[in-house]
């Protein structure tokens, strides 16, 4: 898959681990390079996220706090930081969905009140991670899947316009499978981005999504 596909994705990814930490109050910077936040970020996000081949690796460090505990997504599976004291946490592939016709599958709800996003929060096991300034972005989705009773038994997050980025996946009833086809029947006729682990790339690709390119993510 072409490098642009795999840039894309990549900014996409970023922008919402930012908008993540920004609803941490945590501000962040980022340009031709890289994203990346002065201190560490909240659990399961990285500390910087690069956005081209070929970063180099002792100017992105300077970046963030590189003490024990950092993480770096290395968007391009290009860098090695095990001089400094990183080993891969784990390797992952970008995957890429181009803007055909969805599924026949129900969408999936929009998430829109703090008491809604509570709900999903907790069945998703992210917790206090998730907070309500989310909701006021509007290039974020936060999107769920409901049983008869009204609770939440999966969901996932949509984020930027086109390409949207795919991201934090769950389900307690079924595969996930039917939350990636959900999820495209959400965002019909739009390019879908996102990434999973070598065990979860079969239900993505059942619902249409192609690999793009290997990353990696670091951790001190």
Same mark, same amino acid.
């Not at 922008?15 to 390079?33: E, F, N, P, Q």
């Not at 809604?116 to 909701?135: I, Q, V």
């Not at 499978?177 to 993505?204: K, M, N, Q, S």
């Given at each position: ?57 002792? &100017? #992105? @460090? %300077? ?6 505990? /950092?993480s770096v997504k290395d968007?391009? $599976? ?54 309500? &300034? #989310? @909701? %006021? ?6 999107? /769920? ?5 009204? $609770? ?27 939350i990636w086809r959900a ?24 619902a249409g999504f192609l ?10």
């Amino acid at each position: 898959m072409s490098t642009d596909v795999r840039e894309a994705a990549a900014h996409d990814n970023a922008r919402w681990c930012a908008a993540v930490c920004a609803s941490h109050g945590l501000t962040g910077r980022i340009d031709a390079d890289a994203w990346s936040v002065p201190r560490r970020s909240p659990q399961w996000y990285p500390d910087a996220v690069t956005l081209r081949p070929g970063v180099d690796p002792e &100017a #992105l @460090l %300077a970046r963030i706090d590189a003490g024990a505990g /950092a993480s770096v997504k290395d968007s391009f $599976a290009d860098l090695d930081l095990s001089a400094y004291g990183f080993r891969v946490l784990f390797e992952a592939q970008w995957i890429h969905r181009r803007p055909t016709d969805p599924p026949a599958d129900p969408p999936l709800t929009p998430v829109t009140t703090p008491e809604g996003l509570a709900a999903w929060a907790s069945a998703h096991g992210g917790g206090e991670l998730f907070r309500p &300034a #989310l @909701l %006021a972005d509007p290039h974020i989705r936060v999107l /769920a899947r409901h049983d008869e009773r009204g $609770a939440v038994v999966g969901g996932a997050v949509v984020s930027g316009d086109d390409p949207s980025g795919v991201s934090n996946l769950f389900s307690h009833v079924g595969d996930l499978g039917t939350i990636w086809r959900a999820v495209v029947a959400t965002r019909p006729g739009v390019a879908l981005v996102g990434y999973e682990t070598a065990p979860d790339l079969p239900p993505a690709r059942q619902a249409g999504f192609l690999p793009a390119g290997p990353l990696r993510v670091w951790l001190r």
